[in-house]
DNA sequence: TTTCGAATTTAGTCTTATCTAAAAATAAAT
DNA sequence: ATTTATTTTTAGATAAGACTAAATTCGAAA
């Protein structure tokens, strides 16, 4: 018996950590997610797996036919992206307000993400002043679960005397985060491309109109940046 | 096997609730909690309570003598003051920063109280400019579990021209909050006694020294002022 | 189309935290 | 000093979430 999903679904901290995993592994492709990859992604195992998505199913999050994988429903699409929507805002109220470090905030927003009070969630957007992107750059959803997707695209297929701003990393290991501040660059900051050396594809970056710095076309390649 | 405590004891979320009611209902009484007690307190039934105390007794949070009671260790309190520091530094962050009332703030910080990260509640306090007292005018403990106590006094009780601050309520239902704040009274308001009308008991009152106001013995009773 | 290997599910166990019902211990009263 | 009433503990169940080991299913290769 399928659980008529009237009006709210209630999940616990379990199931909305998997159907995070299982947005977060569908985003991109539009086909299934196998058993394997939510267990990769939770580091469980895959029993424990299968076992959830069976739960997931009857409460229709998730489509789930045995053997062949999930796909995410529209109502559970919703519900991660409300789970999504609180750990960017966490992330930023930890940056901005209380000083983390880009690298540290990950962990402890992954606890407050499961706060269950909406008002705490709406005050904390209006105290934050209605961000539209987390530290990392990603986009914050809205209470709706629409997402303000700005076009994106890498550093090092810039041209030069483009401008634009850092608004995501694609690989946001704290190793390269670490790199990137060393640089003296970091998401937000408003860059120009001052050049691009024909040798090796090298880049050469005017930072927040002071500042140039050089980078590798592959550093380059792991920053996004929206065009302006 | 007793747990050996040699560093740092963990305890899960329902523990440490646990603890903190067993924290609260030793508070004054020097003699031991009951099973039933805790039970009524925690709105479980006793016989949860029996397992749980077994547990916390080999964790050596508390000395649970069977058929006795519990007494909380040096330990267990330890550890209790770190959970209601939380607590309540999380009350003054949402009616300082996120404009919440007194009376909606206990729910949000009953789940915010669990958040593991010692960084997370050493930058939170910085940020609130390391506050001693909570919205209710409860003191918050130090990382240590030290607690300034500050002596207080029931308004009723003071003497016309003396003065002080606010600091807490007796009874802290929405009902009575709701009602000083009507008065125009708050926690942390600067007062002077004016005048105490001998016919009934009641004071005149000036708060900030700007508004005054009347209020009856039997509200004046409720309220304690640490007198400076 | 049969077989083999990888992926997936099932079955059974464990832990935590709760419950109900029944047994045992304490405390109080005759 | 017994009996009775209350409190507390034990025993056995349940539910969530995880695991291991065993069984099943799928799909690809021969």
Redesign the pocket.
Known sequence: MPQSNKKSMTL????E??LKAIYHLSEGGKKGV????V?AE??????????????LGEKEVIE?R????VHITDEGKKLALQTIRKHRLWEVFLVEKLNFAWDEVHEVAEELEHIQSPLLIQRLDAYLNYPKFDPHGDPIPDEFGDVRARPRVALNEMEVDQTGQIVAVKDSSAAFLRHLDKMGAYIGARIKVLDKVEFDGSLEILVDQKKTLFMSKDVAGNILVQQS
């Not at 616990?12 to 199931?15: D, K, L, S, V």
């Not at 939770?42 to 739960?55: E, F, I, N, Y």
């Not at 045995?66 to 994988?69: P, R, T």
């Open positions: 616990t901290t379990a199931e950590n998997y196998s058993t394997n990859d267990a939770m580091k469980t195992k895959p029993a424990s797996v299968s076992d959830m998505l069976r739960k789930y045995k053997y062949y994988g």
